[in-house]
């Protein structure tokens, strides 16, 4: 894989996740809702960062799908929750793929995505009640 | 000093959600579980390569073998655990909430120097004091946490590709860790 691939690959992943928060949210209350919304515009974010690391080395950034499926229905706060959290983690481990496959700024920005992906996936935890909120390798296969 | 990797049984990962995607070849270092055990054998084998370390003196000739560019970032790791572990002794209350992160820090150091192909060099860490509130010992371990995770994003960055995704989910455990401490 290079790290072009790798970080199209990524990028496929930030669709995915910003597809998926257009369904959580509309299953939490207020403040979930907010959590959802920074956590979608951080994906929103790093989306875009990849886009132009991409255009660097002129690969052309894959596309959004119009709707992906969802690995389990989601139909209430519960559900909604575990599918914030499974977002995270699939962000994290295509990052943490990417990190094999390159380096310098690219590397930067994958390491960040990770613990970005990391963080919020520990937040989510905290919030439906998952213990441990933390796992020791973030990103690993699972 | 050699530090040998303990012999543990390679526990599974806990995973949760979505299916995971196809499977990328998987890299030789990927971590797996570790025990205490394993932990305090990497700890024992520090401790007796102290006193073998004078040997080495009397051996004369030769440079000594450059060390392995993880040995720093390996001794912090176990730094880390040992920093948990004192807080515990002082603060048993923040014992049940924090030993998912003191047990992740182990196991780094396990993956660690599974990684390094179970040899390097490193030093025992001194023993924290974390006398104080539990305020006051929290905030230490979010800062040491916090310069973690610096080190390994650092640590990441500047190492060969086979290590980067290992490094770096340290580093991504670590800014998780301070969402618990904060």
């Known amino acids: ?142 | 000093m050699q530090v040998r990797r303990g012999g543990s049984g390679r526990g599974a990962e806990p995973g949760t959600g979505l299916r995971p995607p196809p499977r990328a070849p998987q890299p030789p270092l990927t971590p797996g579980g570790t025990s205490r055990r394993a932990f305090l054998g990497a700890l024992g084998a520090l401790a007796a390569g102290s006193t073998l370390a004078g040997c080495d003196l009397l051996k004369g000739g030769g440079d000594p073998p450059a060390p392995h560019p993880l040995t720093g970032f390996v001794s912090s790791t176990i730094g880390l655990a040992a920093l948990y572990d004192a807080t515990f002794a002082a603060h048993p209350d923040l014992t049940a909430a924090l030993s998912p992160v003191r047990d992740a820090h182990r196991q780094h150091v396990d993956a660690l120097v599974r990684a390094v192909g179970g040899s390097l060099s490193t030093s025992a860490p001194p023993v924290p004091n974390v006398a104080g509130p539990p305020a006051q010992a929290v905030a230490a371990l979010a800062a040491a946490e916090r310069k973690g995770r610096d080190d390994a994003v650092a640590a990441c960055l500047a190492n060969v590709a086979r290590l980067a995704p290992l490094l770096g989910s340290i580093a991504a455990a670590r800014a998780s860790h301070l969402e618990v401490l904060v």
């Open chain 1, 1 to 142: 894989m290079s790290a072009a691939s790798a970080l199209a690959a990524a990028m496929m992943a930030e669709h995915e996740a910003i597809f998926g928060y257009g369904v959580v949210g509309a299953h939490l209350d207020r403040a979930g809702q907010d959590t959802a919304r920074a956590a979608e515009a951080a994906h929103r974010v790093r989306r875009d960062a990849v886009a132009v690391r991409l255009a660097a080395s002129s690969t052309p950034p894959p596309a959004a799908r119009p709707a992906y499926a969802l690995p389990f229905d989601v139909t209430n706060r519960d559900s909604a929750l575990r599918l914030a959290i499974a977002l995270e983690e699939h962000t994290a481990q295509a990052w943490r793929r990417a990190l094999a496959e390159t380096a310098g700024e690219d590397r930067r920005l994958a390491v960040e995505a990770l613990m970005e992906a990391a963080a919020q996936a520990t937040r989510w935890r905290r919030t439906a009640g998952v213990r441990p909120s933390t796992v020791p390798f973030p990103g690993a296969p699972a």
